[in-house]
């Protein structure tokens, strides 16, 4: 019987005892996801995150957006770290691979869709089973997020982000927006809704990131917050 066959069958005949001790030992997986992500991260030096869908094409205008950005940011000695499957994923780790810079991939083990890229540095792909603890890694070694047209995964990265720089729990990093007619309509409601009807924001809050179109845009607005702020941890 399976670990996951195994709790099914506690909760059908209520065992909460057995269910109690499935939950403390998960937690020696989870240390061990943690363990080995900040091993081999803490060692890859000053990286940039790219976000987007695994859904996107080859022939798709936000893949090429996405390649130009990994190969830009590895001109100026940034790494990539993207979450290692296909799509946007796929084109920041090539940008970068192709340009011989630091190519970074957090792979998500999904029943669907996710499979880790070929463009990923062999030492530098790790593999996840909590989401978790995935996204506690994009948070601590990344210096900047460049974030390309994607789907719920996307939305949840991007505003775990701004949440926690809101609220002081991680150090300020720049955060970019790629790609004006996808993010305007979101940009517009935070705006006209959660800020100017409902006051669920302050007005500074919308300079936590930067709305742009294009891969030089996106990379000149890191470059430039960084002209000003000393590389360091984020947490």
Same mark, same amino acid.
């Given at each position: 019987?399976?670990?996951?066959?195994?709790?099914?069958?506690? !909760?059908? &005949? %209520?065992?909460?005892?057995?269910? =109690?001790?499935?939950?403390?030992?998960?937690? #020696?997986?989870?240390?061990?996801? +943690?363990?080995?992500?900040?091993?081999?991260?803490?060692?890859?030096?000053?990286?940039?995150?790219?976000?987007?869908?695994?859904?996107?094409?080859?022939?798709?205008?936000?893949?090429?957006?996405?390649?130009?950005?990994?190969?830009?940011?590895?001109?100026?000695?940034?790494?990539?770290?993207?979450?290692?499957?296909?799509?946007?994923?796929?084109?920041?780790?090539?940008?970068?691979?192709?340009?011989?810079?630091?190519?970074?991939?957090?792979?998500?083990?999904?029943?669907?869709?996710? !499979?880790? &890229? %070929?463009?990923?540095?062999?030492? =530098?792909?790790?593999?996840?089973?909590?989401? #978790?603890?995935?996204?506690?890694? +994009?948070?601590?070694?990344?210096?900047?997020?460049?974030?390309?047209?994607?789907?719920?995964?996307?939305?949840?990265?991007?505003?775990?982000?701004?949440?926690?720089?809101?609220?002081?729990?991680?150090?300020?990093?720049?955060?970019?927006?790629?790609?004006?007619?996808?993010?305007?309509?979101?940009?517009?409601?935070?705006?006209?809704?959660?800020?100017?009807?409902?006051?669920?924001?302050?007005?500074?809050?919308?300079?936590?990131?930067?709305?742009?179109?294009?891969?030089?845009?996106?990379?000149?607005?890191?470059?430039?917050?960084?002209? =000003?702020?000393?590389?360091?941890?984020?947490?």
């Amino acid at each position: 019987m399976t670990s996951e066959e195994k709790i099914r069958s506690a !909760f059908e &005949n %209520k065992n909460w005892q057995e269910i =109690k001790v499935t939950d403390s030992w998960q937690i #020696f997986k989870i240390m061990a996801e +943690f363990v080995d992500g900040f091993e081999k991260l803490a060692k890859i030096g000053p990286c940039v995150s790219i976000f987007g869908s695994a859904r996107t094409a080859e022939t798709n205008k936000y893949y090429e957006i996405a390649v130009e950005c990994g190969r830009l940011l590895t001109e100026r000695g940034y790494g990539v770290i993207t979450g290692g499957g296909p799509g946007i994923m796929e084109a920041g780790n090539k940008g970068a691979h192709m340009n011989g810079g630091k190519s970074v991939g957090l792979n998500i083990d999904l029943p669907f869709e996710q !499979f880790h &890229n %070929k463009y990923i540095d062999h030492n =530098k792909l790790l593999e996840f089973d909590y989401f #978790f603890i995935r996204k506690v890694m +994009f948070m601590k070694y990344s210096q900047g997020f460049v974030v390309l047209p994607g789907g719920m995964g996307t939305m949840d990265e991007l505003f775990e982000a701004i949440t926690l720089i809101q609220t002081g729990k991680i150090a300020r990093f720049p955060i970019v927006l790629v790609g004006k007619d996808y993010w305007g309509g979101l940009v517009d409601w935070i705006k006209s809704t959660m800020l100017q009807k409902e006051h669920n924001i302050h007005a500074e809050d919308l300079n936590l990131f930067r709305l742009v179109d294009t891969a030089e845009e996106a990379a000149e607005h890191i470059f430039r917050f960084y002209d =000003k702020y000393v590389l360091k941890p984020n947490f």
